[in-house]
């Protein structure tokens, strides 16, 4: 099922999140899955969709900081990174409440930032078989087995997964470089021009 990202469309896939379902949407790097972050169910779902091996976890992502509260802890090391490059294709890995780290991002796409509104936090992995390339568009997207409906929201944007930086530690990590370079995102603040 092909959904456009109208308010109707919208209500329709956190519908569809809230009862279970695996959803496909863009994102500002690559068209992605989602599963409602508390339906363990459905994020097996995902891993199933994809073909992904268990032990790669999934990325939680959020409309706003405060949907944060209660997954992750979030230290002024981790708030600067987000003042600085929210929403936008970073996710900080961050230690999660409850042991263990978790991935977390704020993506700047509206369709994308629309559904995390409409539906609430969402347990995601770019839509694709593992090992594959992401998809881009819709059509890709929603032809993987297993996906219930996927938010048309035209080519994604950016084309590169987002960078991956690790917080966890007592020096940053870059885990992946994405759409970020490492120099980029580890050096100093740009000035501003005044």
Do not use: C
């Not at 456009?4 to 896939?13: D, E, F, I, S, Y």
């Not at 559904?115 to 078989?129: E, K, Q």
Request: no cysteine; proline share 9%; hydrophobic share 45%.
């Amino acid at each position: 099922m092909v959904l456009k990202p109208t308010r109707a469309g919208l209500q329709r896939a956190a519908q569809l999140i809230r009862s279970g379902a695996v959803i496909a949407f863009p994102t500002d790097t690559v068209y992605g899955l989602g599963a409602a972050a508390d339906d363990e169910v459905a994020q097996k779902r995902v891993y199933r969709i994809k073909g992904r091996p268990v032990g790669l976890p999934l990325i939680l992502m959020v409309a706003a900081e405060s949907q944060l509260e209660g997954f992750v802890h979030v230290d002024a090391r981790a708030e600067e990174m987000m003042r600085r490059w929210w929403p936008g294709p970073l996710t900080l890995i961050l230690h999660a409440k409850g042991g263990g780290t978790l991935g977390v991002r704020i993506p700047k796409h509206k369709v994308a930032l629309g559904l995390l509104r409409t539906a609430g936090p969402l347990l995601t992995t770019s839509a694709n078989l593992h090992g594959k390339d992401p998809a881009m568009n819709a059509e890709d997207a929603g032809a993987l087995p297993g996906v219930m409906a996927v938010l048309d929201g035209g080519i994604a944007p950016g084309g590169t997964a987002s960078t991956v930086l690790d917080l966890t530690g007592p020096e940053p990590h870059v885990l992946r470089e994405g759409a970020i370079t490492a120099p980029e995102l580890l050096g100093p603040p740009p000035l501003r021009s005044g």
